[in-house]
């Protein structure tokens, strides 16, 4: 990596504030999807922050002009002080949105959060049937649950946002999922193919789809959209398709430092919920305010800008559009982050995109074969 000679952004000028501010309340979850983008060795952090604490964090994110903010995790319900969270958002004028497993939730909560301010909820499911939702969720009675839950969602006068995040062992199920919202009578369907981090990483053969699989579950979305309009449904579907299926990466993050703040479960701040695996030392809520972090730390600054970049990136014209993509992605598939996101064709390294693609042609890899998230596979991880 580069000695990183970027100038602190404040002192620069160059930086606005960040606008959304996501609050990793918790690393515990009562779920062990094999695709968790948290840390491999999330068991080894520190304590979580305390409620003053992230009354704290919440209250400098506003000052400094954060808009919006999410909860998440791990499972942030586990939280018991998320009500006095969301209302300490409310207060602050912060848009507020839970991202939940719906683990742990009752109607009761719903109501209390609804109470609080909450302004949005998100649940996720992980296939359309209980025997594979519960299986790759590692729990018996998730399905039921999440259904339960989506319901009491669109009851309490929230809209309906589900997610699922799609792989190769349900996106064959793309009618089915598309059909049991349809029949929940969601509003928004997120149908997200997994992106390769923490967990999804490790499993990545098991869980990338072929292309074959990618261009059907496409084609299968596109004609449930067209049945959906004729029969004047207004559900919203999103595919988010795979950068691996790319020829240039994504704009991660809308660029490094940028618009996205992160405060993980221990109050480390981060550029992006992966960041975390990076070498770079990130500073600590705990330990400096959050303008500080934002603007003068040097993890906030060093891919800021692009004189950090090598080539190909730094004589591309379009570095501008994409900022070299995800230094998370270029880090995990070279070794090096300052690295162009090898999805791009033009990186040296885009061969290694080329691999994961023919082994997805061929993988056999079942369910029964993936690493499931949980505290006891993370131990193994830290302890090596
Ligand atoms: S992806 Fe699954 S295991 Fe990870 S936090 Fe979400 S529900 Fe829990
Ligand atoms: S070479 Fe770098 S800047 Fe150019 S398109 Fe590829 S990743 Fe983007």
């Keep these: 990596m580069t000695d990183n000679p970027?100038?602190?952004?404040?002192?620069?000028?160059?930086?606005?504030?960040?606008?959304?501010?996501?609050?990793?309340?918790?690393?515990?979850?009562?779920?062990?999807?094999?695709?968790?983008?948290?840390?491999?060795?999330?068991?080894?952090?520190?304590?979580?922050?305390?409620?003053?604490?992230w009354v704290r964090v919440l209250r400098q994110g506003r000052e400094m002009g954060a808009a919006q903010l999410g909860f998440s995790g791990g499972e942030p319900l586990v939280r018991q002080d998320l009500a006095e969270l969301i209302a300490e958002a409310r207060h602050l004028g912060y848009y507020s949105n839970l991202i939940t497993s719906g683990l742990g939730l009752t109607e009761a909560k719903v109501q209390s959060f609804q109470n609080a301010g909450l302004d949005h909820i998100q649940v996720s499911f992980q296939a359309s049937d209980p025997e594979l939702n519960n299986a790759v969720a590692g729990s018996r009675k998730?399905?039921?649950?999440?259904?339960?839950?989506?319901r009491a969602v669109k009851d309490a006068g929230y809209p309906m946002v589900l997610n699922f995040v799609i792989h190769r062992h349900n996106i064959h199920q793309m009618n089915d999922i598309i059909e049991l919202c349809d029949r929940l009578d969601a509003d928004y369907v997120e149908l997200a193919t997994c992106q390769y981090y923490g967990w999804a990483f490790k499993n990545r053969e098991g869980l990338m789809p072929s292309r074959e699989q990618l261009v059907k579950a496409e084609a299968e979305v596109n004609a449930c959209r067209e049945r959906l309009a004729a029969a004047g449904s207004l559900m919203?579907?999103?595919?988010?398709?795979?950068?691996?299926?790319?020829?240039?990466?994504?704009?991660c993050m809308?660029?490094?430092?940028?618009?996205?703040?992160?405060?993980?479960?221990d109050g480390t701040a981060l550029p992006c919920h992966s960041a975390r695996l990076l070498p770079i030392d990130f500073p600590n809520v705990r330990e400096s305010g959050l303008s500080s972090i934002w603007y003068d730390s040097a993890g906030f600054n060093y891919y800021r800008g692009d004189s950090w970049m090598p080539e190909p990136c730094r004589s591309c014209d379009e570095k501008g559009?994409?900022?070299?993509?995800?230094?998370?992605?270029?880090?995990?598939?070279?070794?090096?982050?300052?690295?162009?996101?090898?999805?791009?064709?033009?990186?040296?390294?885009?061969?290694?995109?080329?691999?994961?693609?023919?082994?997805?042609?061929?993988?056999?890899?079942?369910?029964?074969?993936?690493?499931?998230?949980?505290?006891e596979n993370s131990r193994l991880f830290f302890r090596g």
């Design 6 to 53: 970027n100038p602190t952004a404040k002192a620069s000028g160059r930086i606005g504030p960040p606008f959304w501010l996501l609050a990793e309340l918790t690393y515990r979850c009562p779920l062990q999807c094999p695709y968790c983008s948290n840390p491999l060795d999330f068991d080894n952090t520190r304590q979580e922050l305390t409620t003053d604490e």
């Design 142 to 150: 998730a399905f039921e649950q999440k259904l339960a839950m989506a």
């Design 236 to 251: 919203k579907l999103i595919f988010v398709t795979p950068d691996y299926y790319e020829e240039r990466p994504k704009a």
């Design 254 to 265: 809308n660029g490094w430092g940028s618009l996205f703040l992160t405060v993980a479960p």
């Design 321 to 375: 559009k994409d900022f070299g993509g995800c230094r998370c992605q270029a880090y995990l598939l070279t070794g090096n982050a300052d690295n162009a996101d090898p999805v791009c064709s033009k990186s040296p390294h885009h061969d290694r995109i080329l691999a994961a693609r023919r082994a997805a042609d061929h993988a056999t890899t079942g369910l029964e074969d993936l690493t499931y998230r949980n505290p």
